[in-house]
């Protein structure tokens, strides 16, 4: 009788210490899962810290700030340095909007930085990151990027043609507004009149149809890429500069 009571207060004090052990465990785990997730956010911002520290203060500022105005609801221009925060925060909800937390924070980090290290300073007139700003908030609501300076280091793409549009993202709330359309017009004229190029280049998702169908409504064709990944769809728009009509009021000032 005396063993059987011993055995059974053995059994019992072994499962609780089994008990004990995967609560502690448990316990661990989620406490080094919290405890990573903060050192991931501390190094992300840790980035950020020293992108913005080791950037010339004569260069951030450097924008033309030339604007155009569009239906009085909206204008396009040049994104200053200060605004890249807000031109990541659009670029996230668009291309990271089903990501769950922490992990939106920290491509929201991750976005950023690649937006600091690549902001337009001497090539300015080569690269110009582009934003649309709300007429009546002064709120940044769309942004883009065109670049036509040749890649001094490798890309995710063996075939990197220029000029070539990247990051266009509008803000949820003010998508269908055709925002989307004007910043491209805009990059298309930057092309033809600056660069005098008669081209632009952008990849897309071949999923995004949205997208691709916008694009190809636009003038843009597909063009062969054996080389980029079977998701992904490269277009192309041949530009041409628009001819006045031949009117009696033009013929006269000709």
Avoid at 52 to 59: F, G, N
Avoid at 73 to 96: M, N, P, Q
Avoid at 148 to 165: C, F, G, Q, V
Wanted: charged residues 25%; proline residues 4%; aromatic residues 12%.
């Amino acid at each position: 009788m005396t063993e059987e009571l011993v055995t059974q207060n053995h059994i019992s004090a072994t499962l609780w210490c089994d008990r004990e052990k995967s609560s502690v465990l448990t316990m661990s785990a989620g406490f080094y899962r919290r405890e990573l997730s903060i050192l991931f956010a501390f190094w992300a911002c840790f980035l950020q810290f020293v992108t913005a520290w080791t950037s010339p203060a004569s260069q951030l500022s450097v924008t033309r700030l030339s604007s155009t105005a569009y239906d009085d609801e909206f204008h396009i221009r040049d994104c200053t340095y200060a605004e890249l925060g807000a031109a990541a925060d659009i670029i996230v909800k668009s291309f990271y909007a089903h990501t769950i937390s922490p992990w939106k924070q920290m491509y929201r980090m991750a976005e950023l930085n690649r937006l600091q290290q690549g902001f337009p300073y001497a090539d300015r007139d080569l690269h110009r990151m582009l934003v649309a700003v709300s007429a009546a908030e002064n709120k940044i609501v769309g942004f883009c990027d065109i670049d036509a300076r040749i890649p001094n280091r490798p890309t995710a793409y063996k075939y990197n043609p220029r000029p070539y549009l990247s990051d266009l993202c509008i803000h949820p709330d003010w998508r269908r507004k055709k925002i989307g359309r004007s910043l491209i017009e805009f990059c298309e004229g930057f092309c033809l009149e600056d660069l005098n190029r008669d081209e632009i280049f952008i990849r897309v998702e071949k999923k995004n149809i949205a997208a691709v169908q916008m694009y190809t409504g636009l003038g843009y064709d597909e063009i062969d890429c054996p080389n980029d990944l079977s998701e992904i769809v490269l277009l192309r728009k041949e530009l041409v500069r628009e001819v006045a009509s031949l009117s009696p009021d033009n013929l006269y000032s000709l």
